[in-house]
């Protein structure tokens, strides 16, 4: 889990805690005032108690207090028994108690919770839903069929299935308008968050906005998703290379993010309709360099074929 939704599930728990905590509180009243001996044994109790603390400070023996205090307690215990009475707050986790964790281990609840983050700050929920599942590649007569459909076993296999192994960083597709690029994109998103790792889908342009009012120090909402660009485990961008050019920030923000990704060993994938001469010329050939070489980076020729958008 990343630290970015800290806070958050934080905030989420305590939530829980306090209305837990003030149901009790209410139907505690409600149980007191039908059991009054009951509410005297509570308040014997506590003052039992304060009693103990006092004679403790000033040296003197507390042994009957304590003894006391035992035969107050079993007499509550046994009055709760033979009239059924629960003073449990009503947690909606019973493992965690409403912790989010169980023996230092996140709880199941947790990682709903979690989850739930995921998918609402991965900016998909808005678009189409494409599964790896939904490729149909293996089944079209298009130029491109053969080759798509090997990108998508490799995404599955290598990158999916053992992300945590994958040794590439960084993921090009370059290609013609509709020959499948953003369904793959999305179909890689959909996989990482089902088993859930972080993922921040995104067009260039969207990116561009986010740092341009990072940079012009607006406190937007827009603004504040500049860290989850930077924290989260892939990042990808849709239609690489139509974003506006802004002194300053484009370039200057790009190349800072993909080279703090990279040291730490974040992933990002690029999806461009542009060319190699083309990126060169945009970006530079050693931006260009750091999505093509084979060490770190997944990348294949420009992609040619049939636009699906029109069948």
Known sequence: MIKYFNQQIQNIYASKRALAK??????NKVLLSLHPKFEELLKIKKQTELDIVKTKSKGIDVTDLQETLKVINADIKQYAQQNNLQFTPPYLCQSC???GYVDGKPCECLKREYYALLKENSS???LPIFRIEDNKFGNIDAPQAKG???LYSIMRNKVCDDFANCKWNNFMLSGASGVGKTCLALATADALLDKGISV???SAFEFVNIFLDKHTHKQTALARKADYINECEMLIIDNFGEEPIYK????EYLFSTIDKRMANNKKTFICTRLGAGALISRYGEAFLSKFTDKKYSL???FITGENLRKS
């Open 299 to 301: 990348s294949v020729g």
């Open 97 to 99: 108690k409403d912790a």
């Open 148 to 150: 798509m459909n090997k």
């Open 200 to 202: 921040f889908y995104l």
């Open 22 to 27: 003030e149901i009790s509180q209410n139907e």
């Open 124 to 126: 998909l929920t808005s």
């Open 248 to 251: 300053n920030v484009t370039l």
